[in-house]
């Protein structure tokens, strides 16, 4: 019969033959231990106070960029063919452009930002920014993860001291005056004080100045700056970066738009800079031809004074004129078509002036050196953010490849065409020359000077035209590029309090439940009297208390107490092994010494008595008797010397102060007790004491160590089998099924020894008798139980 009795606060989650889990006995059992949750709650949420208080804020700083493309013209479209990146791929570029180390690092230097200022506190640093920012450093000379520790800042002076592991000598000074330089082993660098800094908390804490390595901040600004498209359609960017100094950011990300949209003009403008440039390297000699013609006409028409040109003379000055403007043009196309070869052959990276600035107006040309300029300026920008490995890269390089081929074929196609119009146009001019040669000499002389006049005056005028129209162009530029929304500062997002508290309020709950947890899948001795019933089919006889008291005759001097209600209620079980009007041999054992079996036994044959049975209690522990200890005698003489023949049984019986309780100690140890346990002579003892006695209660050896009550269970009509709470292994009960199943031992009872439960707080509390209570206690029903 099983106890009813559940300990509860000592119940283990896992069974090892069962995978289940008794989810109340387990609550019941994490209940036991609510000081451990208590004090596991208020550290989590100390540490989670402490994070929460010590942890650098963080804010998110977010903007929006519009990138529009502008419409393709006559000339682009020729190229359409080359084009294999398409809408998406450019929004992917102008991202790359956006997060290009180029771009950020032009960021990076405006704001110098490779050189960073901390306030130095007592649990963490601050960077400081702007106006938060007492000083600034103008560096001459420094050194990648120099730090500088700047104290006593006062209005003039300040002292400071190098602080960072790479200092090999040590460098400390004092009362230096601000705009002083202050170098160094490696390092120069001018402080001045910061104008715009206000000083809210005047509390002298020290100032940390560190020099960065530029490539490490721009890879770690590429790292926390976020870009993307806000949706897959959309050519509208989000720039976001969370950060602990969000006004630096704010500035950062307002600076890197606007560096972004300048880069996107300068590019627009660049083709007419270009043919503002290739204009006026042109108007340099024209302007030095056409200052030396007109001199040399004013004075040619005052030594011949000779003022205007007869009607023949004029004839041939038009000709000659209208021819040689055409030559002057197509050798300006000449020139350009050699600047665009020689330019082309060297594989430059830029932008190629437009054929319109030297007159050509061939749309072929036209568009594929604006295609190149796109292509060109799209490879700058992902050449500064992309690896080698890109395929974008490999794309736009095959097809910058293509347009150079493309163009480089087009220039020489037509510069062919144009040297065989030059031909032409040279003929043309030779016989007109002939015609000039048939006037008067000081006619032809003052039309040879009146053509070369007109000649560069006109074509000065043809250049400074071509120039107002590439002003023009540039200054009717406008960047496509919009900003949407400039950087905007958010909430913060961390450390986040509520959420802290949380976090630690349940791991506070988790840690004592996980450490619960693992201490009973680890323990390895029995728990409770519900491990056993779940692993043996044997009746389980009772429960018995721990016993707090100073002897181990507990049932004849506290007999009210829980330790004697507990003998009892195994006496009430005894009838589901043995019947109760059978005369009752019964032989207690255990798994390992210490169980309890010799307390066990003794009390029971004590209650025996208590219940009018004449009782013998036989030592049967050769190897390690105790029974004589209790009862305050010695082991001289004993079983052993009967078994040996050396005494009788009367010389060796003692009788006790409890009226029919005799016992037979043990006596000395000998050299051969399983081999005496099988003699004759114990067989005439059990035979004597079965005719002498109505209860015959035997202690034998643990026998889980030797064998010795399989040779005595023979004689016994039950056999209990102690096992100790939180001190016999588990593999023990495996070992009693064993001893079962094989028969070596029949009619066994378990006795679950050792519970204290004045330990249980929660769950089912001992109440009166074998009934289930909660909050009952000990008083009134266990009077002999210590306080």
């Known amino acids: 019969m099983a106890d009813p009795q559940q300990i509860f606060s ?56 519009l990138i529009q493309d502008e419409k393709s013209d006559m000339g682009t479209m020729l190229l359409d063919e080359l084009d294999f990146l398409g809408k998406g791929s450019n929004i992917e570029n102008e991202i790359g452009i956006l997060g290009s180390y180029t771009l950020l690092g032009e960021v990076v230097d405006s704001l110098g930002l490779t050189t960073e200022y901390y306030r130095v506190g007592t649990i963490r640093k601050v960077q400081l920014y702007g106006t938060n920012n007492p000083i600034k450093i103008q560096v001459i000379l420094g050194g990648k993860d120099q730090v500088f520790k700047f104290t006593n800042i006062r209005d003039n002076s300040f002292d400071i001291e190098r602080v960072d592991d790479l200092d090999s000598v040590s460098f400390k000074k004092t009362a230096i005056k601000f705009g002083d330089l202050v170098q160094g082993n490696g390092f120069e660098f001018y402080v001045d004080r910061n104008t715009s800094y206000i000083d809210l908390t005047d509390d002298g804490e020290a100032i940390e100045v560190v020099f960065r390595d530029r490539f490490e901040k721009l890879t770690e600004i590429k790292e926390e700056l976020k870009i993307l498209p806000i949706n897959e359609d959309a050519t509208i960017l989000q720039i976001v970066s969370e950060t602990a100094v969000p006004s630096l950011t704010s500035d950062f990300i307002n600076l890197l738009m606007n560096l972004y949209i300048q880069r996107e003009l300068d590019h627009k403008n660049e083709t007419a800079v270009r043919s503002i440039d290739f204009i006026d390297q042109q108007l340099v000699g024209i302007q030095k031809d056409l200052f030396s013609a007109e001199d040399e006409l004013e004075q040619f028409r005052s030594q011949k004074n000779i003022v205007d040109l007869s009607q023949e003379g004029m004839s041939v000055f038009t000709k000659l004129q209208k021819l040689e403007e055409e030559q002057a043009v197509i050798d300006m196309q000449l020139d350009y078509f050699d600047y665009l070869l020689e330019y082309l052959g060297k594989a430059p990276d830029g ?37 080698e490995l890109n395929p974008q890269l490999k794309t736009l390089r095959h097809q910058l490849n293509n347009t150079l081929k493309t163009i480089r074929e087009n220039v020489q196609n037509l510069r062919n065409t144009t040297e065989i119009r030059r031909t032409d146009l040279t003929y043309r ?65 961390s450390p986040k309090a509520l959420m802290n508290y949380l976090i630690a309020f349940l791991v506070g709950l988790m840690f004592p439940i996980i450490g619960i947890t693992l201490k009973d899948y680890f323990t390895t001795t029995i728990q409770t009297i519900s491990e056993v019933e779940r692993k043996t089919k044997l009746p389980i006889l009772a429960s018995i208390a721990y016993s707090k008291h100073q002897t181990e005759l507990v049932m004849d001097r506290y007999p009210r ?54 009782t013998l209690l036989l030592g049967l522990d050769l190897r390690k008797p105790k029974i004589f200890d209790t ?37 000395p140890k000998p050299p051969n007790p399983n081999e005496l346990i099988m003699s ?16 015959i209660i035997l202690d034998t050896a643990p026998v889980g160590l030797v064998s010795d009550a399989m040779e005595i269970a023979k004689y016994s009509t039950s056999n209990i089998f102690v096992l100790r709470h939180q001190r016999t292994p588990k593999h023990a009960i495996d070992y009693l099924n064993d001893i079962h199943n094989k028969k ?14 004045s330990r249980m707080n929660y769950g089912y509390g001992y109440g009166y008798g074998y009934g289930y209570g909660y909050g009952y206690g000990y008083g009134g029903y266990y009077d002999d139980e210590p306080k």
Not at 20 to 48: E, M, P, Q, T
Not at 647 to 656: I, P, R, S, Y
């Open 631 to 667: 009862f305050g005698l010695t082991n001289e003489v004993g079983i052993s010397n009967v078994l040996i023949n050396d005494k009788k049984v009367d010389e060796v019986l003692h009788h006790t102060s409890i009226k029919n309780l005799d016992f037979i100690s043990a006596g």
């Open 561 to 614: 107490s829980l330790v004697s209600e507990s003998f009892r209620k195994m006496r009430a079980s005894m009838k589901f092994i043995v019947p109760e009007n059978q005369q009752q041999v019964i032989m207690f054992t255990s798994f390992l010494s210490g169980d309890g079996k010799t307390f066990s036994a003794i009390n029971t044959a004590i209650m025996m008595t208590k219940a009018g049975h004449k």
């Open 351 to 387: 932008g190629v002036v437009s054929p319109s600035t030297a007159g050509i107006e061939d749309a072929a040309l036209n568009g594929l050196v604006i295609s190149y300029n796109e292509l060109s300026q799209q490879l700058i920008g992902l050449e500064g953010s992309a690896s």
């Open 680 to 695: 004759n002579a114990f067989k005439e003892l059990m035979e004597w004491a079965k005719a002498n006695y109505d209860m």
């Open 429 to 493: 001019i030779e016989q007109a020359e002939r015609e000039l040669n048939q006037l008067p000499g000081n006619e032809r002389q003052l039309v040879n000077i009146q053509r070369k006049f007109n000649l560069n005056e006109n074509l000065y005028i043809y250049l400074l035209e071509q120039k107002a129209e590439a002003g023009i162009l540039k200054a009717s530029n406008v960047p496509t590029t919009q900003i949407v929304d400039h950087a905007v500062i958010f909430e913060k997002t």
């Open 744 to 757: 070596l031992i029949s009619n066994i009872g378990i006795l679950f020894n050792g519970v204290d439960y």
């Open 10 to 65: 000592n119940q283990p989650l896992f069974s090892a033959d069962e995978e289940s889990i008794d989810i109340r006995a387990y609550l019941f059992k994490l209940l036991s231990y609510w000081r451990w949750f208590i004090f596991s709650v208020i550290l989590c949420v100390l540490i989670g106070f402490l994070i929460t208080r010590y942890s650098t804020p963080k804010y998110p700083v977010q903007a929006s960029l």
